[in-house]
């Protein structure tokens, strides 16, 4: 009754309104798919506690969205993804990757219901905006002010200084400016503010504003402070009383405006964007893959790690190489190890603590003969004691480039995710990564590589060579179709894997292998 209510007072129609319980029958991706159909609805606004089958949602929500809005409110974050009093499965990707699930999808994520009507106020009543241009107009130097920052801080472009007003304009003065702001080219959007002049009711200038955005082709905002029935004069009626699209969106704060045009702008980008094709891949045999992960999981019921020749052989059959390593329990097994391979080598401990630590001394790179290999075998036992010789391992030297980690994971709410950062322990702490979910399209992949606040450093940040970033996207695919096609594959860590300017290189990778989730989906369900 609450949200109800709420939906009235903010003028926004209903086709339909659904209160799903636990949904032992209906889950929120049968009624996405039916609102996709439903020529009277026009924008889906949801309120998520769990999502039933992972991968049927990113299919339904990325085919919708691109033609009607989905607004959903994601709860249970403090939780775990758990709701109180419910029993779902809780999902273990953290607060950025599970934004990004939402943003691949095209759904538009809020944090509130109150951002959620705010929301759709806004795509119920104005067009999308063509672009990330806005401009300001109102009679307020404080209120513009506010809402600059606001625009800026959540990616808005602003187009040239606020046009503001001295306190007492006439509503005509504000209604010309506001029509040329609308009229000009280089401007997306507009954000309009108001607070009456003392003595003055301002319901003539909320009027104004309203039958010019009853004319206008873009989107406009407004906060119009302190105004009796601003809502409603800013609002467009069908002759039986129904607010309809010209309506302008009035919101009782400069940031709640902002906010929501922001939500919108995105989507609409997101909306233009070509989807990009998944890409037929090579190399890739997924039934002898399946046969590798039947036969590893016949050894455990409750799954096992994955590594060795059965993790080179799955990654093989996707079309993926991992470097070989060879054991050196010896300096003489060091030495032999390294002639085999071929020299130049690495030498370094497979010790959790120290793989891939150069600053610990846990690598030691470019080992261009018998005589380095020894000494370098020398000094690990001196600065980690005998012990180590179990931990040590010989691998040829790849050359100079970019090291960087590529994971997928399976989780129990998203489905398969799979995540790219540029190697190294700072950016392992400020958690720089980008995520997606399977499958990748080929544009999917190149917004992956680049999403990583680090990624300048393989497009020849400083002057420094540009890797082979076309290998890398292709590693990308071959790993989220691993993922996709294998739900037993509950991990997968590919670490280091070295951009080089040539190619890449999977230099070491560990697995782990898990029955899946059962997640029937048998079609459409039908009463009877």
């Avoid at 672009?131 to 625009?151: F, Y």
């Avoid at 029509?179 to 080219?185: G, I, L, S």
Wanted: aromatic share 4%; glycine share 8%.
């Amino acid at each position: 009754m609450a949200l109800l209510e709420t939906i009235v007072s903010r003028g926004l129609g209903l086709s339909t309104f659904v209160s799903a319980g636990n949904r032992a029958d209906v889950s929120g991706n049968d009624l996405i798919q039916y609102w996709e159909d439903d020529p009277a609805t026009d924008v889906l606004l949801l309120y998520l506690e769990s999502i039933g089958n992972p991968r049927k949602f990113s299919r339904i929500a990325r085919r919708t969205s691109r033609s009607k809005p989905i607004v959903a409110v994601k709860s249970g974050r403090s939780s775990q993804g758990i709701p109180l009093g419910h029993t779902v499965r809780a999902t273990r990707l953290p607060p950025a990757a599970v934004d990004e699930v939402f943003h691949q999808s095209g759904v538009i994520q809020v944090e509130t219901l109150s951002e959620l009507f705010d929301v759709a106020m806004q795509l119920s009543f104005q067009p999308l905006p063509r672009g990330r241009r806005v401009s300001i107009i109102g009679n307020s130097d404080a209120l513009a002010v506010l809402a600059a920052d606001a625009a800026t801080a959540r990616g808005l472009q602003l187009v040239g200084e606020p046009h503001t007003f001295r306190p007492g304009a006439s509503p005509a003065e504000f209604g010309k400016v506001l029509a040329a702001v609308v009229d000009d080219p280089a401007v997306d959007s507009v954000v309009v503010l108001f607070v009456p002049p003392l003595n003055a009711s301002g319901q003539n200038v909320a009027r104004e504003i309203g039958q010019v955005a009853g004319r206008a082709t873009k989107p406009i905002v407004a906060t119009v402070l302190a105004v009796e029935g601003a809502a409603e004069l800013l609002r467009r009626v069908s002759p039986d009383g129904v607010p309809v699209v010209g309506s302008v969106p009035a919101y009782a704060s400069v940031e709640d405006a902002v906010r929501a045009l922001a939500a919108v702008t995105s989507y609409a980008q997101w909306r233009r964007t070509p989807r990009g094709e998944v890409p037929e891949l090579a190399d890739i045999d997924q039934e002898a893959a399946r046969d590798v992960v039947e036969a590893e999981l016949m050894r455990s019921v409750e799954g096992c790690e994955l590594s060795g020749t059965a993790l080179t052989e799955l990654l093989r059959l996707y079309g993926v190489n991992l470097w070989p390593t060879e054991p050196a329990a010896t300096a003489d097994a060091a030495a032999e190890a390294a002639d085999r391979l071929g020299y130049p080598v690495v030498l370094k401990a497979s010790a959790p603590h120290l793989m891939h630590r150069t600053d610990l001394g846990g690598v030691r790179l470019e080992l261009g003969s018998e005589s380095a290999v020894r000494r370098a075998y020398e000094q690990f036992l001196d600065t980690f004691g005998p012990q180590i010789a179990d931990e040590l391992v010989v691998q040829r030297m790849a050359g100079r480039g970019v090291a960087c980690v590529v994971e997928t994971s399976e989780d129990a709410l998203f489905g398969p995710v799979v995540s790219f950062g540029i190697g190294g322990v700072v950016t392992e702490l400020v958690e720089d990564r980008g995520y997606r979910i399977p499958p990748l399209s080929d544009l999917d992949a190149a917004a992956l590589v680049r999403s990583p606040k680090a990624a300048p450093l393989l497009f020849g940040y400083r002057g420094a060579e540009t890797m082979d970033v076309a290998a890398l996207e292709d590693l990308l695919l071959r790993v989220s179709r691993l993922a996709d096609d294998l739900p037993e594959l509950a991990r997968l860590e590919l670490n280091p894997v070295l951009a080089t300017p040539s190619g890449v290189a999977v230099l070491s990778g560990s697995a782990r292998l898990a029955p899946p989730v059962a997640r029937r989906d048998s079609g459409a369900r039908r009463l009877g």
